[in-house]
């Protein structure tokens, strides 16, 4: 058993743990914790919005009206992946250090695309 624990805790397995046996290598700040995508889905509304942009959750409610490109373009990702959208639409560095400001948490190892080891980096996707 102490075997199985120490391969588990190894993170070799990470895409088979559950949210609850979480405990990947990224650390979190006491803010933002792990959601998952289904949780996500639900923030799906202009007065409840959520986005994921590189495996990590955005609420950004407040900051619909605020977007240089308009609420419209943010609702149609609501509860949803955005991070393909909003690297085609050829976001500045300053929009990108933007979103640090709206980050609640990340996805569960399993549910992550990039941030985790092996994972795709957009530089791989072609154009
Ligand atoms: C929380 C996430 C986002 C933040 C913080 C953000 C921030 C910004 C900022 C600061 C700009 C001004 C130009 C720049 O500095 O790059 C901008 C423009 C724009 N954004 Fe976003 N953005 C977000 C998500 C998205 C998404 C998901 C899309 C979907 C396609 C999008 C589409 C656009 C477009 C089309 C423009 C250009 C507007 C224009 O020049 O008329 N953005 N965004």
Not at 81 to 88: N, T
Not at 92 to 118: C, N, V, W, Y
């Amino acid at each position: 058993m102490a075997e199985v624990s120490s391969v588990l805790n190894s993170g070799f397995f990470a895409s088979a743990l559950t949210v609850a046996d979480y405990d990947g290598p990224v650390k979190l700040s006491p803010e933002e914790r792990v959601v998952t995508l289904d949780e996500v889905s639900w923030h799906d509304s202009p007065g409840d919005c959520w986005i994921i942009i590189y495996d990590r959750i955005y609420d950004i409610t407040d900051f619909l009206d605020e977007h240089p490109g308009g609420s419209d373009i943010l609702l149609e990702y609501a509860g949803r992946d955005a991070s393909v959208a909003f690297r085609g639409s050829g976001h500045s560095a300053q929009a990108l250090r933007a979103l640090d400001r709206f980050t609640i948490g990340e996805l569960p190892m399993h549910e992550r695309i990039f941030r985790k080891p092996g994972g795709y980096h957009l530089s791989d996707i072609p154009e």
